[in-house]
C-alpha cells in the first residue's frame, strides 16, 4: 500500500475511493493520510467515515459528492466544521446520486457529459453551476446535463484478484466498474491474491480487468469497519462510536494519532484491535456452482 500511494497518489489529484457501504478501502484512505498529501479534490457518491477522517487530517481541498454522512447515525463532523466555518476549509459541488452515477459513466465512455432528468423541479442546480441543461436533438425536450469525470486515481477495494490485477468482486455494488474505467491510475485493494486460474474459473465475477489495473494491494481487513462480503461483517458499533468521536476535535485528532498516524499499515491496526477478527469474521454461506462446460 505505501509503494502504491507513492507511486500514484500525488498532491493535487483528484481521488476517488468508492464502494456503496460494502468494500470501502480506510486501509488506502490511511495511507494518504500518512503520507501527508495534499490539495486533494475527493469525489464519491457517498462520503462517509473515511472522508471524514481525510478532511481532519487536512489532505482534501474540495469534496465532490452526492450525500456525506455516518450511514444511520447522522454527521460528519470534520466536514461539517470545514464547511461551515468562516471562511469555509473546503471546496464542495454537490449531485444527486443519479448525478454522480452519469459523471462517472460518462467518463467511462469517454464522453463529455451525460444527460439525464433526474434534476427537474430541485435546487440542486442553483447550488451547482456545473449542471447544465441541453435540447433533445430528436425531441426536443430539454434534459440536465452532468460533465464527465475523469480522476486522476481511483482505488477499489474488492475480495479478490490475481497479480495481473483481473478484479472479482460479489456482493453489493456500487460505481467501482465506472470508476475504473473512468480513471487514469487504478489502485485494487485485495482480501486474497488468487491464482489466475481461480479467476478463470468464474469468468463472469471479474468486474475490472487486469488491462485497467496499475496497483494491486494485497491488504486483508483493508476495508473496516465497512465490510467485504464472504470475508467479515460490517462493525456496526465502529459506526455508532464513531459519532461522539467525531463531534470533538480533540478525540478525533487522538483516534488520528492512535490509528492512522500511530500504526505503519493495516496489519498493525489489526493488532490494535484485538479480538476484532474473531468478532467480525463472516459465517459461511456458499452459492451453488456454475456450471462453465462446453
Not at 486515481?153 to 484478484?161: G, K
Not at 494519532?257 to 500504526?263: I, K, N
Amino acid at each position: 500500500m505505501k509503494d502504491a500511494v507513492a507511486a500514484l497518489v500525488r498532491d493535487g489529484d483528484l481521488v476517488v475511493i468508492e464502494g456503496f457501504t460494502h468494500l470501502i478501502s480506510f486501509a488506502a484512505g490511511h495511507e494518504i493520510i500518512r503520507q501527508r498529501k495534499k490539495d486533494l479534490t475527493l469525489a464519491r457518491l457517498t462520503p462517509d467515515l473515511i472522508y471524514d477522517q481525510m478532511i481532519q487530517a487536512g489532505v482534501a481541498r474540495k469534496l465532490v459528492f452526492s450525500w456525506a454522512g455516518n450511514p444511520g447515525v447522522g454527521s460528519l463532523h470534520a466536514f461539517r466544521r470545514a464547511v461551515e466555518s468562516k471562511p469555509p476549509t473546503l471546496e464542495i459541488e454537490e449531485y444527486s446520486h443519479f448525478g454522480m452515477v452519469a459523471r462517472l459513466s460518462a467518463g467511462a465512455a469517454n464522453l463529455p457529459f451525460w444527460p439525464l432528468r433526474n434534476y427537474a423541479d430541485t435546487d440542486i442546480p442553483k447550488a451547482n453551476p456545473r449542471i447544465k441543461t441541453v435540447a433533445c436533438p430528436y425531441t426536443g425536450e430539454q434534459l440536465a446535463t452532468v460533465p464527465a469525470l475523469r480522476p486522476d486515481v481511483t482505488v477499489v477495494h474488492a475480495q479478490r484478484a490475481d497479480k495481473s490485477g483481473n478484479t472479482q468482486i460479489w456482493g453489493l455494488m456500487g460505481v467501482q466498474k465506472e470508476a475504473a474505467f473512468a480513471s487514469k491510475k487504478v489502485i485494487v485493494v485485495v482480501e486474497e491474491l488468487v491464482d489466475e486460474s481461480v479467476i478463470r474459473s468464474d469468468p463472469n465475477r471479474t468486474l475490472i480487468p487486469g488491462l485497467q489495473v496499475d496497483a494491486v494491494v494485497v491488504e486483508p481487513w483493508g476495508a473496516h469497519p465497512s465490510y467485504a462480503q464472504g470475508y467479515y461483517d460490517r462493525d456496526n458499533d465502529f459506526y455508532v462510536a464513531w459519532d461522539k468521536i467525531a463531534r470533538d476535535q480533540a478525540t478525533f485528532q487522538k483516534y488520528l494519532d492512535e490509528f492512522v498516524y500511530g500504526v505503519k499499515d493495516r496489519a498493525d491496526y489489526m493488532r490494535k484491535n484485538p479480538g476484532l477478527a474473531e468478532r467480525l469474521k463472516a459465517k459461511p454461506r456458499v452459492c451453488a456452482g456454475v456450471d462453465y462446460g462446453y
